[in-house]
């Protein structure tokens, strides 16, 4: 119930692809959902984050996708740079709650 | 996006001593800061719940007594490793909460510990 499920586990594309992360939760409480990513050697950061009341949010390259209907949620990154390699966690939280991590995706973006 | 920041961000001791890892909030106030932990190639592992002026809340199979954590003030929480062995070898990161609006998490750069 606790689960949030992420995949794929990698993910390689060429320069201005556009890579998909996906997630899905279980617990229908969840009422925040963060993406995060992290650079090898350092820690998290905060992209974006979306409440379950809007279906779409978009900052900048990065555009998350929600379905709450089939309880999912999905990190699209437009035009995609090798500066974007790094590995990206999907999260998800009940009011002030801990925040509940996926098991990360590793995105290899290549020139 | 607030700032948090972590000292040391490397450390090397022998086993069986302590190590002290500091966390501070740097342009805001928090009285919610988290520790984790992780390990390469894995997803962060909660330890636990810092809230400023009480004791902390340790998740399940986390020893109290070898990861102290103190909150003493609005900006700072502090994760000692007690009598370390080269098995709590890992990368601890510490996050804070922002709390209003989306209450967002931000974390630290990361500390990573090795135990010979």
């Known amino acids: 119930q606790q689960q949030v499920k992420q995949s794929p586990q990698s993910l390689i594309v060429q320069k201005g692809g556009i890579p998909i992360i996906n997630c899905a939760y279980e617990?229908?409480?969840?009422?925040?959902f963060p993406w995060y990513q992290q650079f090898p050697g350092k820690g998290p950061a905060l992209l974006i984050a979306?409440?379950?009341?809007?279906s779409e949010k978009k900052e900048g390259r990065f555009t998350i996708s929600f379905n709450k209907s089939a309880k999912q949620f999905s990190l699209h990154i437009m035009d995609s740079q090798p500066g974007d390699s790094a590995t990206y966690f999907c999260?998800?939280?009940?009011?002030?709650?801990?925040?509940?991590f996926g098991t990360g995706t590793r995105l290899q973006v290549f020139p | 996006g607030a700032v948090v920041s972590q000292h040391p961000s490397r450390v090397i001791c022998k086993s069986g001593t302590s190590v002290k890892i500091e966390c501070r909030s740097l342009?805001?106030?928090?009285?919610?800061m988290f520790w984790y932990r992780q390990f390469p190639k894995q997803s962060l592992m909660l330890m636990a719940t810092?809230?400023?002026?009480?004791?902390?809340?340790?998740e399940q199979g986390v020893e109290k007594d070898k990861f102290l954590i103190n909150h003493a003030s609005l900006t700072l929480s502090t994760l000692t490793v007690t009598s370390a062995h080269p098995e709590d070898s890992s990368f601890y990161i510490c996050?804070?909460?922002?709390?209003?609006?989306?209450?967002?998490?931000?974390f630290g750069p990361g500390t990573r510990l090795t135990v010979l």
């Open positions: 996050s804070a909460l922002v709390a209003g609006g989306y209450n967002e998490q931000f």
């Open positions: 617990n229908t409480a969840f009422d925040y």
């Open positions: 979306i409440r379950p009341d809007v």
């Open positions: 999260a998800a939280r009940s009011g002030t709650d801990k925040l509940i």
């Open positions: 342009d805001f106030q928090a009285t919610t």
């Open positions: 810092s809230n400023e002026g009480s004791k902390a809340t340790y």
